[in-house]
């Protein structure tokens, strides 16, 4: 299958501070990304969607402000946590999408800590 | 919202047992089902997409059934092995370009 690659795996940061979370499709056009994160014993909640070269769409709930999500490429989104809170930590997760037929390829995910 | 559920969330079987869990959805506006295979610290595997009332797919030990007019899924592992330790997610689609809405997985280990 396709390959997504997800940067960094892990990260600790302090409270109050910004962090980016790049997602690449290493082998095909990523038309679309998905960015979910998990809670512990909770299933996968999609955060938003994003189509490149366009604005991404947010799901009820989840502030955009505060995750900013670039998809300036067909092969690279970035989501970053700004002003990162405890509350904030968690696993993301991103998937791409070549075309609205072809399977969502999953990177490997980024375990969040913030301090 | 879609809820799509999962169980058991966990389960425990020896090498060589046969095991199945379920994964259920809405069943109205369905599109398709997807199963995943998620091992740790590893990006999850898609096994199988399904979308006819009926489907039954397989891929060497594992195989999938899918009944969209009650809504439910059962995944199956003939003779489980260590190695189909994981955790094993099902994602349910409305239309073709909606986003899949996942269930909490059933982690299973095998033990040798």
New interface residues.
């Given amino acids: 299958?396709a390959v997504?690659s997800q940067h960094p795996?892990r990260v600790i940061c302090k409270s109050g501070t910004s962090v980016k979370i790049e997602c690449r499709s290493l082998d095909f056009q990523a038309t679309t990304m998905?960015w979910?994160r998990q809670f512990p014993?909770?299933?996968?909640?999609?955060m938003a969607?994003s189509n490149e070269g366009s604005k991404a769409t947010y799901e009820q709930g989840v502030e955009k402000d505060k995750f900013l999500i670039n998809h300036a490429s067909l092969t690279l989104s970035t989501l970053t946590v700004t002003s990162a809170h405890p509350e904030d930590s968690s696993f993301y997760?991103c998937s791409a999408r070549g075309d609205?037929?072809y399977?969502?390829?999953?990177?490997?995910?980024t375990r969040l800590t913030v301090t | 919202i879609l809820n799509?559920e999962q169980s058991p969330q966990s389960l425990h079987v020896q090498e060589g047992d046969s095991t199945n869990f379920t994964c259920s959805f809405p069943s109205s506006n369905f599109y398709a089902l997807?199963w995943?295979r998620w091992e740790t610290?590893?990006?999850?595997?898609?096994l199988f997409?399904m979308t006819l009332n009926g489907d039954e797919k397989k891929k060497g030990r594992i195989s999938a059934t899918l009944n969209t007019k009650e809504g439910y899924s059962y995944l199956y592992i003939k003779g489980s092995q260590p190695e189909d330790s994981a955790t094993y997610?099902c994602?349910s689609k409305r239309s073709?370009?909606t986003?899949?809405?996942?269930?909490?997985?059933t982690r299973l280990s095998v033990i040798a």
């Avoid at chain 1, 399977?103 to 995910?109: N, V």
């Fill in positions: 299958g997504v795996s998905f979910y014993k909770q299933s996968l909640m999609l969607t997760i609205p037929s399977e969502q390829y999953f990177g490997p995910g | 799509v997807h995943y610290a590893k990006s999850p595997e898609a997409v997610l994602a073709g370009n986003p899949l809405v996942f269930g909490k997985g």
